[in-house]
């Protein structure tokens, strides 16, 4: 399973940095790599599509990042939810999620390069 930056993600869902990793914070996202705050973090595939997923139900909807996450997780393991006593359901279509997904992560692997670690060469 391919792992990605926390830049590169960032990226690719259309949020700031500083967004992200506060989100990934203040929430356990399963896939996520852990570290300190500010530091970048290894995101696992299935856990960018979480995140896509609650992106796009807290834009649609207006809920918290919380039930956001948490209800992609179970879209993420059925095809179809059920709130409100059974009457709101909500269905994903993961293919076409991980599609959309995959061409803004191959757009970003040409905009995010890693920093150089190590001391600098010397110029002679």
Known sequence: MPLYSSKTAA??????????????SR??????????????RRIGSEALLRIAIARDLRSTFGCSWKRAIAAAAELQ???EV???????????????FRERLQESLAE???YV????RGRPSRSR
């Open 11 to 24: 990226l690719v869902l259309g949020l700031s940095a500083k967004e992200l990793d506060n989100l990934l």
């Open 82 to 96: 059920r709130t409100g006593g059974g009457l709101v359901a909500m269905r994903l279509t993961a293919s076409t």
């Open 108 to 110: 970003a692997s040409e």
């Open 27 to 40: 929430l356990s996202v399963a896939g996520v790599g852990g570290g300190p705050q500010g530091r970048d």
């Open 77 to 79: 393991t059925q095809p």
């Open 113 to 116: 390069v890693p920093r150089r």
